[in-house]
């Protein structure tokens, strides 16, 4: 099935800097590929995603690329902030087989992202 | 507007006790329905997803079931507790028929003593 390697673990940077996180999945099928943001002892919320039809997409001060060729995708934060700390989990979707509408979201293991005043 | 609720927010309950945790969703039909674990520290493991009533599909050999008895409805269910079931249970759902995009619920604390 599918596996997806996220790296860091843990990511510390200074105020106003550009962090930078990064995924690999396994499977050439998954053709989704969404960012989720998880404060502590909360929920999981979508930050942006991009599809394999996309190389790169940005929104603000985030962007993510995707290199299919290499199943390499990654998060970018400019001008980072303090409300950016959080953990930040990777994602790849794969259709399972015999349930065609059902989409899979396989997570990586996240990256703790704090920034330093 | 779309809305997931999920309860209870937190749950302790010794082990070999049984485990009901309840998910619904709002303001759609025919949503895909995902319960994710989550250990302290770790990431989000797929536990079960179900694309209709009664259709459920296990990721995962564990302690833990799930059922769908209404079509915005998902229950995760355990009949005997162990210590390793201790975790941050998510439910998920995202619209039917080939849409990816998810979102969670406020997730259930769970504590096996």
């Known amino acids: 099935g599918e596996n997806v390697e996220q790296h860091p673990s843990t990511l510390s940077v200074q105020e106003g800097d550009s962090a930078v996180i990064k995924c690999t999945y396994s499977d050439s099928a998954s053709n989704y590929f969404p960012w989720y943001k998880q404060e502590l002892g909360k929920r999981p919320q979508l930050i942006i995603d991009?599809?394999?039809?996309?190389g790169e997409k940005k929104d603000q001060r985030i962007a993510v690329t995707l290199n299919k060729t290499a199943k390499h995708f990654s998060l970018h934060i400019t001008e980072t902030q303090p409300e950016d700390s959080a953990v930040y989990f990777c994602a790849a979707s794969l259709r399972p087989t015999g349930y065609s509408s059902a989409s899979k979201i396989i997570f990586g293991s996240g990256t703790r992202l704090s920034i330093r005043p | 507007s779309q809305t997931i609720h999920q309860w209870p927010a937190t749950l302790v309950q010794p082990v070999g006790s049984p485990l009901s945790l309840e998910c619904t969703v709002e303001g759609t039909s025919n949503p895909n329905l995902y319960w994710y674990r989550q250990a302290a520290g770790r990431g989000l493991q797929l536990l079960f997803y179900?694309?209709?009533?009664?259709?459920i599909s296990s990721e995962v050999p564990q302690n833990l079931s799930a059922s769908r008895p209404q079509d915005r409805q998902f229950i995760l269910s355990s009949k005997k507790l162990l210590l390793s079931d201790s975790g941050f249970y998510l439910c998920?759902?995202?619209?039917?028929?080939?849409?990816?995009?998810?979102?969670f619920g406020s997730g259930t604390r769970l504590t096996v003593v």
């Open positions: 179900s694309v209709g009533i009664g259709q």
């Open positions: 998920a759902w995202s619209p039917g028929v080939g849409a990816d995009g998810y979102t």
């Open positions: 991009i599809r394999s039809n996309v």
